[in-house]
C-alpha cells in the first residue's frame, strides 16, 4: 500500500513538472542586457542579436513563445551570438560604444531603437550587430523558428559581407 501511494503521489508530480523539451527551452536564450553585451563583447568578439519589442506587442510575445523557445535555435544563437533583449521604449539612458541613447518624445521610443532601425520601426525586430562593429543589419517583423535559422545562419556562417543573402538563401539546406 506505502508502495502504491508512492508511486501515485509520484506520478501526480510528475504531472506538473515540465518535459525535457519545456526544460531546455526553460534555460533558454542566455539574454544579456545591452551593457552585458557589450562588457562581453570586449573579452571575445561575437556578433549581438537584439530582440527589439515593446510590452504592447502582440507579435512580440508570439515571437518569445514560438521562436524564442526552439532548441536548435537556442543553442545556435547562445553559441554564435550576444543575445539582448530591448524593449523599444525603455526611458533608460543607453550606451552602445561610447554614445548615449535616450527616450525621444517625438517617437515614442528609445532613440537606440531609431538608430537600430534607421528610423524603420516595427515590433517586433530583430537586429544583428556584426562582431566588427559596423553597421546594425535589421530584419522587421515575426520570424519563426525556420525563417530565423536562415538569417542566423548567414551572419553565424561569416556569409554576411562575402555572399549576396540571395545567393547563400539559393545554397542554402535548412536543418532545423
Known sequence: MQKLLVLSFS???????????????????NWLSLDEAAAKM????KMVLIDLYTDWCGWCKVMDK?????????KYV???FYAVK????????LNWYGRDFNYD?????????????????????????????????????YLK???????????????YGKQAFQDFQNSFKASW
Open 78 to 80: 547562445n553559441e554564435h
Open 145 to 159: 523558428p525556420a525563417e530565423m535559422e536562415i538569417i542566423l545562419k548567414y551572419f553565424g556562417e561569416g556569409a
Open 42 to 45: 570586449k573579452v571575445e568578439k
Open 66 to 74: 514560438n521562436t524564442y523557445t526552439n532548441k536548435e535555435l537556442i
Open 11 to 29: 506520478l501526480w508530480l510528475c504531472s506538473f513538472s515540465s518535459s525535457p523539451g519545456e526544460e531546455y527551452a526553460k534555460a533558454g536564450l
Open 105 to 141: 518624445e517625438s517617437y515614442k521610443v528609445n532613440s537606440y531603437a531609431v538608430y537600430l532601425t534607421r528610423g524603420q520601426l516595427a515590433f517586433p525586430t530583430t537586429v544583428i550587430i556584426p562582431a566588427d562593429g559596423t553597421a546594425p543589419q535589421a530584419i522587421p517583423g
Open 86 to 93: 530591448l524593449n523599444a521604449e525603455t526611458r533608460q539612458t
